[in-house]
């Protein structure tokens, strides 16, 4: 396995990295300014330029990107070059051309890449699966991603945004639900374990299970299911705010 060590900044504020491995040899032999610590391809950031990595901390050859993201899926991982996102191979090899102004990594065997025309979906051939028109799209789970239609902000600056639940056909299952982003590092729809969450436009945060039955209503955000014992008794919530965590039963009582 590879080590990735974060040094003290130096003088001026930069952080930098070594790569290491389990004896703590430098296997780069030089620091690098970023890195990306995936288990599936490590990618490090070296003048500028980031690199895949292979598992005994090499530099793979071949092409060199603006930046890399070693997750994927089906070893295809995203990278960009000269201002465009594509998707690589193991090795570093092109396997999708850049072509996005945004891409994600690939699950279920679909991507989610921006263009001009808005956010759409790819197959691993370069294909698309669901048309670019959204204004953002998460990735796929359970054959289910949250996509946003619109949004709209108020003069005190809070914005509320219309999303839906699509298959991987682009076909709505779940329409025009309101959210409002719970905050600046959170997304307004994201996932708890195998569960769908929202905000919604009261403020009230919205638990759906796969077949997007609603499950919950909570005034706190929550964090985690506490799956039942022997599949019976009640479902218990782990939920949080301001850095306190309590528990809330399936009727929404803390």
């Known amino acids: 396995p590879l080590l990735f060590a974060r040094l003290r900044p130096d003088s001026f504020g930069k952080q930098r990295y070594r790569v290491l491995d389990v004896t703590g040899r430098d296997l780069l032999g030089r620091t690098a300014e970023a890195v990306s610590c995936t288990k599936q391809r490590p ?34 991982y995203p990278a960009k070059s000269e201002g465009l996102w594509g998707y690589v191979d193991g090795e570093g ?49 359970d054959g289910r991603a949250v996509v946003y239609t619109g949004a709209e902000t108020d003069t005190y600056g809070n914005t509320k945004y219309e999303v839906s639940i699509i298959d991987s056909s682009g076909r709505v299952v779940l329409d025009r639900l309101t959210t409002l982003r719970p905050s600046r590092n959170t997304t307004p729809t994201y996932h708890v374990g195998r569960y769908f969450q929202y905000r919604d436009s009261m403020g009230n945060y919205r638990l759906f299970d796969t077949s997007l039955q609603q499950v919950v209503v909570s005034p706190y955000e929550i964090t985690k299911v506490i799956p039942r014992e022997n599949g019976g008794g009640q479902q218990v919530f782990i939920v949080a705010k301001d850095g306190w965590k309590g528990l809330l039963n399936e009727k929404g009582d803390v």
């Open 43 to 76: 990618t490090v950031c070296l003048d500028g330029e980031w690199y895949l990595l292979d598992d005994d901390g090499s530099i793979l050859t071949g092409n060199v990107f603006d930046e890399a993201v070693g997750t994927g899926e089906n070893g295809l």
């Open 93 to 141: 090899v092109w396997m999708i051309p850049p072509a996005y102004q945004e891409a994600a990594p690939f699950a279920e065997g679909l991507a989610a890449v921006e263009t001009e025309e808005g956010w759409g979906y790819i197959d691993e051939r370069g294909d698309y699966a669901v048309q670019p028109q959204y204004l953002a799209a998460r990735r796929f789970r």
